[in-house]
């Protein structure tokens, strides 16, 4: 049940090898050492993308809204309408700081 990830055998980003299971005899070192390996991946991450939007004009922002106002048995009332069309997003970002991709092999600090 569940599982996001596609069932075909793909590539462990750290490793030179396939994705084939590691076995428990492999300690931290061999991982280390095939991280250092003849893939040169980087176990940082310097770019995400980006959760903002431009709208028509130019402003930036996560959500739009627009005030309408509504009419109601002579009342008037004003309600907040979200704005979903028209929205370019930002694209790629550069992290201030870089951080650490999830599948990073190795356990960084065992309690």
Not at 63 to 71: A, G, L, P, S
Not at 87 to 107: M, S
């Amino acid at each position: 049940m569940g599982g996001s990830g596609s069932k075909a055998k793909g590539v462990w980003p750290f490793s030179g090898s396939g994705a084939g299971g590691d076995s428990a005899g492999d300690g931290n070192e061999q991982s280390l050492a095939r991280l250092k390996g003849s893939r040169s991946a980087t176990p940082f991450i310097f770019t995400r993308r980006s959760s903002l939007y431009y709208d028509e004009d130019g402003d930036l922002a996560h959500e739009f809204y627009e005030e309408t106002v509504v009419t109601k048995n002579g009342r008037k009332k004003s309600k907040l309408k979200r704005i979903q069309k028209n929205l370019i997003p930002q694209g790629i970002v550069k992290l201030d700081h870089p951080c650490i991709h999830v599948d990073f092999p190795i356990v960084l600090c065992e309690v």
